[in-house]
């Protein structure tokens, strides 16, 4: 279980960071309570986790041959992909990360511009988070996890990792934002990926 906690808190903490839903905290906090914010962020984080990891635990029944080298090569798409990616980026460029973010909740504002009830900067931070969630390659790796790791262990450590991150980008993200380099993030990422496809390969099915 721990093997599976570390594994899910490490994979989660370096991939949000600088990641849409982390810049979809950082916008909302400077528009609304960051009690607030951060409650209906983290609330739409450990949902999807909880959804991942159930949608990982039904594949489990899949013969583990199949997971397991399936999960490797999801690994080893996601770092290569993220290195390349990581590589073609200039040093100095303007994130479109942030651009999207922006979009986002601007448009979610406009929505909701005669609803700023707590609970409506609750909800309007819960879905705008879930919906840019779904269908990340964080979401994926999670699924790949809790296909073949403790599915407790997971989802523990995902919530916790995701809850770092919320954290950091609602209280701190105005100051960070500016000073996280998007292309070191996402080389990192890239590596972690592949160190755990490694990982995965050294103790086989």
Known sequence: MLTAFTAGLLLITISELGDK???????????????????????????M??????????????P?????????????????????????MPTTAQSSVVDEAKTAVEQSELNLKHHKSNWAVIFESFILTFLAEWGDRTQIATIALSASNNALGVTVGAIFGHAICALIAVVGGKIIAGRISERTITAVGGVLFLLFAAVAWWEGV
């Open 64 to 88: 583990k041959a199949y997971i397991h080298y399936a999960e490797i090569a999801l690994f080893v798409c996601f770092g290569v992909k993220l290195l390349v990616d990581g590589w073609k």
């Open 21 to 47: 839903t982390f810049f979809i905290a950082v916008v909302m906090s400077m528009r609304h309570s960051r009690r607030l914010v951060l409650t209906g962020v983290v609330a739409a984080l450990a949902a």
């Open 49 to 62: 986790t909880v959804l991942s990891v159930m949608l990982g635990t039904a594949i489990a029944f899949l």
